[in-house]
C-alpha cells in the first residue's frame, strides 16, 4: 500500500497536516514473534524478516501470547521438520483464539512448498510466505489487517537482501551468521532445497564486507558465511544489485577470494563458513584457508553416502574417490582441519554392502562431527518421481544406528587429540552448567569449557590447555 504521493518525501509528509499514518507509524509498537526450524539459513532470514518489519515499527519479542504478529520460519528438508511445524501451529491457534487480532503467518520452506494450500489445510495460518518475497511482508500484513488472508511465494533470480542490515535475534553479541548467497542449483535427488529455495544466487560482495566491518566494530568476533553451496559463489562486478548487466571493470570474485575480502577486516575476526559442496570445494579455497589464521580449520563437507552407486543415484554428481581425493587435499593444505559431514541412511536401493562403504568412508575421514538422517521421502524430488522409497523404516533405523555409534567413537578420538594442548578459544559466554566457567569454542568448533580467569570476558579470546574431554566438550583452564 502507498500512502505518499510520487513527489513528496516522507518529510515533507510527516510536517504536513491530515496526513495518512505512513506505515512505520500505523505499526508502531506491535509486536513480533518470530520462530525458526531447520537450517542456519532459515534463522538468517529470520533476522532479514525482523529487519524489513523493525522499518515499519515493529519491537520484537520473546512471548508469542502477547505478540500481535507471530510467525514460524519453517523447514521442508524432513518430514518430521513439517510435523514439528504443524505442531506448533495448534500452540499458537490456541493464543489466537484468546487474541483473535493476532496475525499467524507461516515463512520459508513449506510456504514455498505448500503454497495457498497451507491457507485452506491450516485454517488458522493469516499469511503464507515464501523466501524470497520477505519485502512484501508489510503490504501482506495490512491485507490481513484488512479482513483478507495473503500469500506471496515468488521466487526470484535477483533478491539476496543485500541492502538490508539484519536485526540479530538472540544473540550473544559475538557470532553471527551472514548470508552470502541463496538458493541451490544442484539438484540432489533427495532435495527439497532447490524447489523451495529457488535457483542459485550470489550476494554483492562489498555489501556482504560491510556487513561483517559493521559487526566488527559492535564487537562481533565471528562471522559465519551462509550458502548452501558455498564454493559456487561467483559475483561477476557486471551485474548489479538488481540483476541488470552493467560493465564495469573489475573481475569476478569467487568464494576463495570472498573469504580473503572478511578475512583482512581484522585478524581478531573469526571467519566460519557453511556448507562446502565436495564437487566444488577448490585447492584454491583450501590454500586461501591455510593462508589466513582467522579463518577456522573446520570445513562442512556433507558426504551423503560412501557408495559410488548411491551417490549416482542422489545426483551427487562426485563419487567416492573423488570425495576421498577432496578430503586427502584437506589434509594435505591444512594438515590441521576438522571435517564434518551429514550422512543419509537408507536411500532407495541402497545395500548392506553400500551402507558399510558409508561406514568404511567414515572410518577413512574420522569425522569430527556429523549430522545424521534416515532417508525421508519429499513429494516433488528427483527421487520421488523416479526411485521407489524401498527401504523398511527399520533398517533404515538399523543402519542409521550404526553410523551414529561409529560417529560418537570418531567424535571423541577428534577431542582426545586436544588433550595436552593449547587451543585459542573465543569466549561466547558462561558455560551451560556454571557461572564458575566459560565456553567457548577452538577454531576447529570444538567446544571448551574453563573456569572464569579475572581479566577475560566474552569477545575475548583466550589460550586454554586442555586437559580432558567429554564425549562432546573440551575442559581445561586459562594459561
Ligand atoms: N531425507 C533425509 N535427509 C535429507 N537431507 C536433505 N534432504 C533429505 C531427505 N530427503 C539432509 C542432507 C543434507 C542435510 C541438510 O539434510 O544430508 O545435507
Ligand atoms: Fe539440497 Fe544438494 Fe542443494 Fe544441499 S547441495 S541444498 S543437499 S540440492
Known amino acids: 500500500m502507498e500512502f505518499l504521493t510520487p513527489d513528496k518525501t516522507h518529510d515533507e509528509a510527516r510536517q504536513g497536516e491530515a496526513l495518512v499514518l505512513e506505515p512505520g507509524e500505523k505499526n508502531l509498537g506491535r509486536k513480533l514473534y518470530i520462530e525458526s526450524y531447520g537450517c542456519a539459513m532459515n534463522f538468517s532470514d529470520s533476522e532479514i524478516v525482523a529487519s524489513i518489519l523493525a522499518e515499519k515499527g515493529f519491537e520484537t519479542t520473546s512471548d508469542f501470547n502477547n505478540a500481535d504478529v507471530v510467525f514460524i520460519n519453517t523447514c521442508s528438508i ?65 491485507k490481513v489487517d484488512g479482513g483478507q488472508k495473503a500469500v506471496n511465494v515468488l521466487l526470484s533470480r535477483e533478491e539476496t537482501y543485500a ?68 564454493d ?23 568464494f576463495a577470494n570472498l573469504l580473503e575480502m572478511v578475512a583482512l577486516i581484522d585478524p581478531d575476526l573469526r571467519v566460519r563458513f557453511s556448507t562446502s559442496h565436495p564437487k566444488d570445494i577448490t585447492d584454491e579455497v583450501l590454500h586461501t584457508i591455510a593462508k589466513y589464521d582467522n579463518i577456522c580449520n573446520y570445513i562442512h563437507l556433507p558426504v551423503q553416502s560412501g557408495n559410488s552407486r548411491v551417490l549416482e543415484l542422489m545426483n551427487r554428481t562426485y563419487d567416492r574417490e573423488w570425495y ?128 572464569v580467569q579475572e581479566g577475560y570476558k566474552p569477545g575475548q579470546y583466550a589460550n586454554v590447555l586442555v586437559e580432558k574431554c567429554t564425549s562432546a566438550t573440551l575442559i581445561g583452564k586459562i594459561i
Open 78 to 142: 524432513r518430514e518430521n521438520a513439517e510435523t514439528r511445524v504443524r505442531n506448533r501451529l495448534k500452540e499458537f491457534a490456541y493464543a489466537k483464539g484468546k487474541n483473535p487480532g493476532m496475525v499467524v503467518g507461516v515463512l520459508g520452506c513449506m510456504a514455498e512448498r505448500l503454497k495457498s494450500k497451507f491457507l485452506e489445510e491450516e485454517k488458522l495460518v493469516d499469511v503464507v510466505v515464501g523466501p524470497d518475497a520477505y519485502r512484501d511482508l508489510p503490504n501482506l500484513i495490512d
Open 163 to 230: 541492502d538490508i542490515n539484519p536485526v540479530r535475534l538472540n544473540s550473544n553479541g559475538i557470532n553471527a551468521f551472514v548470508s552470502i548467497m541463496r538458493g541451490c542449483d544442484n539438484m540432489c535427488s533427495f532435495c527439497v532445497v532447490p524447489f523451495t529455495r529457488g535457483r542459485e544466487r550470489s550476494r554483492d560482495p562489498h555489501s556482504i564486507v560491510a556487513e561483517c566491518r559493521d559487526l566488527f566494530n559492535k564487537g562481533y568476533r565471528e562471522v559465519t558465511l551462509l550458502g548452501q553451496n558455498v
Open 232 to 254: 559456487s559463489y561467483k559475483w561477476s562486478a557486471t551485474q548489479s544489485a538488481d540483476g541488470s548487466e552493467q560493465l564495469v571493470d573489475e573481475p569476478i570474485v569467487n
Open 324 to 451: 576421498m581425493g577432496r578430503v586427502d587435499a584437506i589434509r594435505r593444505i591444512i594438515p590441521d582441519c576438522a571435517i564434518s559431514t551429514d550422512i543419509i541412511t537408507g536411500f532407495c536401493t541402497e545395500t548392506e554392502e553400500e551402507h558399510n562403504e558409508t561406514l568404511s568412508m567414515m572410518d577413512y575421514v574420522q569425522y569430527d562431527y556429523a549430522y545424521m538422517f534416515m532417508y525421508s521421502e519429499r513429494p516433488g524430488t528427483l527421487a520421488a518421481k523416479r526411485y521407489a522409497d524401498d527401504i523398511p523404516e527399520p533398517i533404515k533405523a538399523v543402519r542409521l544406528n550404526q553410523v551414529v555409534a561409529k560417529q560418537r567413537e570418531s567424535s571423541h578420538y577428534r577431542l582426545q587429540q586436544h588433550v595436552g594442548r593449547v587451543d585459542r578459544v573465543l569466549i561466547e559466554g558462561f558455560s551451560k552448567k556454571s557461572d564458575q566457567d566459560y565456553c567457548g569454542r577452538n577454531d576447529k568448533n570444538a567446544m571448551v569449557v574453563f573456569p
